[in-house]
């Protein structure tokens, strides 16, 4: 799997738009940008996934790059129960031999009130 | 719809002692995976249980270990507990990746977690 580059920590206002970046130069063609995220002390929650075209569900929006060697994931009006470990990790289709999900550090999102 | 169950919820044990944890998947989800997560670091990957056999498997020892049952529930158990077992264990289900001939995304789903202390 491709390795990702995450800052460690970003802060947020409440209510506005937190843009959380992640790197992935090494990427190859048939792998998927997954997006999870952890409250302290919680299981991850998935949180979207997408391959190259933009994504958007009831949580957040993934803005992949043409070259997908980078991806934003966008949480629109972030709210204090946002704050938590975003992690983003790229992973191949399942169907081959790797099955696992390859978390690193990932981006402490703090939302202030 | 119940989502990814584990328990118990929190374990204390002490060096030398076996541990046994339970993940209940997901309805609909037939594969299980585990995690182990040591505090301040990503999750981990142990192994993943397919049609009760381990399909993969990440640098974890021989005293990790586990089991699926024809239900899709799984167990992990660790052996010979040593200090640095002392971690949040997650387990995390996702479907088949074929199902009536369609392909799906195995998408993880976490449960919980369970809280190991090893004292």
């Known amino acids: 799997d491709a390795k990702t580059t995450q800052p460690p920590s970003m802060d947020c206002a409440e209510g506005r738009a937190a843009n959380l970046p992640c790197n992935h130069s090494?990427?190859?063609?048939?792998?998927?940008v997954y997006w999870y995220r952890q409250i302290h002390s919680q299981g991850p929650q998935y949180i979207i996934h997408?391959?190259?075209n933009n994504e958007t569900n009831e949580m957040a929006s993934l803005i992949i790059t043409e070259d997908r060697k980078s991806s934003t994931l966008i949480l629109p009006h972030a709210t204090l129960r946002d704050t938590a470990v975003y992690y983003c990790?790229?992973?191949?289709?399942?169907?081959?031999?790797?099955?696992?999900?390859?978390f690193g550090k990932g981006t402490l999102l703090t939302v202030n009130p | 719809d119940a989502g990814v169950t584990q328990s118990p919820t929190h374990l204390i044990k002490t060096r030398g002692q076996q541990v046994t944890l339970r993940c209940s998947p997901k309805?609909?989800?037939?594969?299980v995976s585990w995690y182990q997560q040591a505090l301040g670091q990503g999750p981990q990957f142990i192994f993943q249980?397919?049609?009760?056999?381990?399909?993969q498997r990440g640098n974890f020892p021989d005293r990790f270990s586990g089991h699926q049952y024809p239900n899709y529930s799984s167990e992990l158990n660790v052996n010979a507990l040593l200090l640095g077992d002392s971690a949040l264990y997650l387990c995390?289900?996702?479907?088949?990746?074929?199902?009536?001939?369609?392909?799906?995304?195995?998408?993880?789903?976490f449960g919980p977690g369970t809280r190991l202390t090893v004292l």
């Open positions: 995390a289900s996702s479907p088949a990746v074929t199902s009536g001939g369609a392909k799906k995304l195995d998408t993880q789903y």
């Open positions: 249980y397919y049609e009760e056999e381990e399909r």
């Open positions: 997408g391959l190259k």
């Open positions: 990790i790229v992973r191949g289709h399942s169907g081959g031999s790797n099955y696992k999900l390859t």
């Open positions: 309805s609909g989800h037939d594969t």
């Open positions: 090494t990427i190859s063609g048939n792998e998927y």
